[in-house]
C-alpha cells in the first residue's frame, strides 16, 4: 500500500514563503498523480496543485497560480513552493497520490470533474502538514 508523508508545515509571516515534500513510500506506480490539497477550519477540502509524475504535466487552483510551484524530486517526491503566502492560505496541507488509469490525467484526476468526485482518484492521503500564515 501506498503511504504519502508530508514535511515542511510551518509558521510564517505575510509575504513569507514555504516549501512543502511530498515522499510517497511503498511500491512504485509508472503512471500516477501526486497532489496537494487542504482544508482550513470549517471549510471543505480544496485542490490546490497536482503533477502527473509520468510526463510533469501540472494543475493548480487558480487563487494560486502565479504564486505557487509544484515540482518533481526523484521518482516519488513532489514539492509545493509556497511564495506570497497571504494569511488566507492558513490550513492542514495533506499529500495525496493516485493511479493514472486508461484516459485519466491530472486534469481529471484534480481538476472540476476530480472536484465533483470528491477526489476519489486519489487513493491514498497523508496524515497532513500545518502551514500558518499570521504576523
Known amino acids: 500500500q501506498l503511504q504519502p508523508v508530508e514535511s515542511g508545515g510551518g509558521l510564517v509571516q505575510p509575504g513569507g514563503s514555504l516549501r512543502l515534500s511530498c515522499t510517497i513510500s511503498?511500491?512504485?506506480?509508472?503512471?500516477?498523480?501526486i497532489g496537494w490539497f487542504r482544508q482550513a477550519p470549517g471549510e471543505e477540502r480544496e485542490v490546490v496543485s497536482c503533477i502527473d509524475m509520468y510526463n510533469g504535466d501540472t494543475y493548480y487552483v487558480d487563487s494560486v497560480k502565479g504564486r505557487f510551484t509544484i515540482s518533481k524530486d526523484g521518482q516519488n517526491t513532489a514539492d509545493l513552493q509556497m511564495d506570497s503566502l497571504k494569511p488566507g492560505n492558513t490550513a492542514v496541507y495533506h499529500c495525496a497520490t493516485g493511479p493514472l488509469l486508461g484516459p485519466s490525467s491530472v486534469y481529471t484526476l484534480c481538476g472540476d470533474s476530480g472536484r465533483r468526485n470528491h477526489y476519489s482518484g486519489m487513493r491514498y492521503w497523508g496524515k497532513g502538514a500545518l502551514v500558518t500564515v499570521s504576523s
Open positions: 511503498g511500491p512504485t506506480l509508472d503512471y500516477y498523480v
